[in-house]
């Protein structure tokens, strides 16, 4: 059964397949209704991405039967529905491969956009034990087995997609705001990209993530000053002795002017998330005192960053 959720501050309900919505008939001047479809991998949150737009005053339906969507597009453009989002994924059955071809005819009647959500297989792994619930195509084979199918079965509706996001990435709450910042009818227009710098230590390795990497062991290393060892590039007198080089204040300047000229270029290009890494030997002093600063000189120009230090203590 399709879970319906009407938009925040609605009495909710729970339709059948078989029961039809009714939104008014009547269309104003100028009605331009939108339909997002989310769709993608098994715990890759999909129902986490579908209770945000219900928080921002879409028409909200899940689990919605692959077969009703022309129906339910028809619907939605002939009524007074403005916004609507709906999850389709793999618990249809054999009958979820029939979505390209539904898609297909209902962006020729609607402003409509696919988003296809995904994840690392270690994340979508480290997920489904955390929950204990069984993967949706069954419990016969091992849940990795499973994830492998499913990849494959959505490599078609993948390609499909106007929005791709790899979750692997983000928290629910970053993923809430990261929504909201594409969506929300108020947002800033050419700021719909989320940066996230991270510090690393080569001796870990690079970040798999990573879309830049910028390497610091060029700066003098804390490490070697007995009092700094313990410490990390977040306290203040490890982080001052850092900017103390006129080579660090010199490559922060150069580094963010370019992410700054570089980032309308990615979001033109369609780019919604942008990984810098910023790399020194241990990761726990320059490269973290480097990304704290080329993010808040980001935040200054008004980006949305989030900062983490994978190989730092603490």
């Not at 982080?239 to 080579?247: D, G, M």
């Not at 998330?273 to 480097?290: D, K, P």
Request: some cysteine.
């Amino acid at each position: 059964m399709p879970t319906v959720r009407p938009s925040k501050g609605a009495k909710r309900k729970t339709r059948s397949a078989a029961t039809k919505p009714r939104p008014k008939k009547v269309r104003r001047e100028g009605h331009r209704p939108e339909l997002v479809v989310i769709t993608g991998m098994s715990g890759s949150g999909k129902a986490s991405v579908l209770k945000v737009f219900e928080d921002l005053g879409y028409y909200a339906v899940d689990n919605m039967p692959v077969e009703l969507i022309p129906r339910f597009a028809e619907l939605v453009r002939s009524s007074e529905i403005e916004r609507t989002a709906l999850v389709v994924d793999v618990r249809e059955g054999t009958r979820f491969d029939r979505l390209p071809v539904f898609l297909h005819s209902i962006k020729r009647q609607l402003r409509t956009t696919v988003i296809f959500l995904e994840a690392s297989d270690e994340a979508l792994l480290r997920r489904f034990s955390e929950t204990r619930r069984p993967h949706p195509l069954g419990t016969s084979a091992p849940v990795k087995s499973s994830i492998m199918a499913e990849r494959r079965r959505l490599r078609p509706i993948a390609t499909l997609a106007d929005i791709s996001i790899d979750t692997s990435k983000f928290n629910v709450h970053e993923l809430r705001r990261y929504i909201e910042q594409r969506f929300h009818r108020d947002k800033s227009k050419g700021k719909d990209i989320l940066v996230s710098c991270v510090s690393f230590g080569f001796r870990q390795g690079v970040p798999e993530e990573a879309d830049l990497v910028f390497d610091v062991r060029f700066l003098p290393n804390p490490h070697f000053i007995p009092k700094f060892r313990p410490l990390t590039g977040r306290d203040p007198q490890v982080a001052k002795y850092i900017r103390s080089f006129p080579q660090t204040q010199e490559f922060i300047t150069r580094i963010s002017d370019l992410l700054l000229y570089l980032l309308p270029h990615y979001i033109k290009e369609g780019k919604s998330y942008l990984t810098i890494a910023f790399g020194c030997t241990g990761g726990q002093h320059r490269s973290v005192m480097i990304a704290e600063d080329v993010a808040k000189l980001l935040k200054k120009g008004g980006w949305p960053v989030k900062v983490l230090h994978r190989d730092s203590p603490g």
